[in-house]
């Protein structure tokens, strides 16, 4: 067994070996049997990356545990060396009574072609999407929340006023950096990072089934951080680049990066609609007859249907 093989396994809401990532999911932990009411952090990981999934995770405990919550040593997992956080993760899942989470993994793919739809879904648009889903599928699960932390860019007074619209009865806390500052947000931080992580290492590249002879045989080891500024990451997608089909579904696709890429390696296409070039075909033949039938009444002398 490979270690991206292992790590697939420990991380149980990655994909499992050798199951490649096509769509977007949500895992959800054993609901917690403690009795509520309950906080619940929310924060992401791989907002900007050009390669992977995008994950959004919650966290949630009884108010009472708050104290307890303190001493786990959640807090923001970038600044956490990944042994640590997988040490977190199942330290998260370590009292299944007492602490709940759950992910939501937007797939490349999904990002992609929402950001490039009309009208599109932004990026800020799906991350509010995935936010309100898992709110919705906790309490769902029949869990009082009356206090949710998140994690976000922007303006935050304007997400916190929409969050708070959609979920009347509960307490929204809404601000940048609220993985330092909330230690519910923290757990929600290692779950979504942990997930990506193990997304991303164990990632199944069913390009190389079909590309035999064909430019391109991907592997994980060489991506870098994923950030379209590290020169590993740029270095990996220009050697990835397969001039007629492009790159692995790893790659989002709608990211600057990749269309400035695209365009100077890619081989050009004329797409062509086979719907619209009917309508051309038949306007061309309907000018066609009409010139003939104009030349035929000229030869005759008519100037209207009239003299017939």
Known sequence: MSESESNSISVPSAPGPSTTLRESYTYHSPTPTADGPYILGVDEAGRGPVLGPLVYGVAYCPVAYKEKLEELGF??????????????????????????????????????????????????????????????????????????YVDALGTTTTYQAYLSSCFPGISFTVESKADDKFKIVGAASVAAKVTRDACIEGWVFEENIHTEGLKGSWETEELGSGYPSDPKTKEWLRNSVEPVFGLPKLVRFSWSTVKVLLEKEGKAVDWIDEGQASLVQAFESAKGREKDRSAVAKDLGLKSVGML
């Open 75 to 148: 807090a923001d997992s970038k600044t956490l060396t990944a042994e640590i956080r997988s040490e977190l993760l199942d330290t998260l899942r370590s009292d299944p009574e007492n602490l709940g989470w759950s992910v939501r993994v937007i797939s490349p793919q999904a990002i992609s072609s929402g950001m490039l739809r009309r009208p599109p879904i932004n990026l800020n648009l799906q991350s509010r999407n995935a936010t309100v889903l898992l709110i919705q599928e906790v309490l769902k699960k029949g869990i009082e929340l009356t206090e949710v």
